[in-house]
Nanobody, 121 residues
Framework: QVQLVESGGGLVQAGGSLRLSCAAS????????MGWYRQAPGKERELVATITSGGSTNYADSLKGRFTISRDNAKNTVYLQMNSLKPEDTAVYYCAAGSVPSVIQSDYDYWGQGTQVTVSS
């Protein structure tokens, strides 16, 4: 089993920045890919970004250039740097971990509890 704990969410004004962190514990040796997904009110959960243990990344097209995913394998931690935030970025952000590199949600075996990001206009 793997446990994921997110941190770093909060309230920020439009144009501001936030950095989310997700620390994995437990059977971390089985983790290959980690990622961030988000779910806005009334919408389905969607891809934000994923990263493999080797550092290969994938981003939602709409977020390229503003969001950056990174990973510290030694700390079993993945980060999401979010810049130039917009009100439409308001959502619950979930950390995910899985044993295969993928952008498909169902391929991720473990999920965090989510952290709220609210961007005010």
């Amino acid at each position: 089993q793997v446990q994921l704990v997110e941190s770093g969410g909060g309230l920020v004004q439009a144009g501001g920045s936030l950095r989310l962190s997700c620390a994995a514990s437990g059977d971390t040796e089985c983790i290959s890919a980690m990622g961030w997904y988000r779910q806005a009110p009334g919408k389905e959960r969607e891809l934000v970004a994923t990263i493999t243990s080797g550092g290969s990344t994938n981003y939602a097209d709409s977020l390229k250039g503003r969001f950056t995913i990174s990973r510290d394998n030694a700390k079993n931690t993945v980060y999401l740097q979010m810049n130039s935030l917009k009100p439409e970025d308001t959502a619950v952000y979930y950390c995910a971990a899985g044993s295969v590199p993928s952008v498909i949600q169902s391929d991720y075996d473990y999920w965090g509890q989510g952290t709220q990001v609210t961007v005010s206009s």
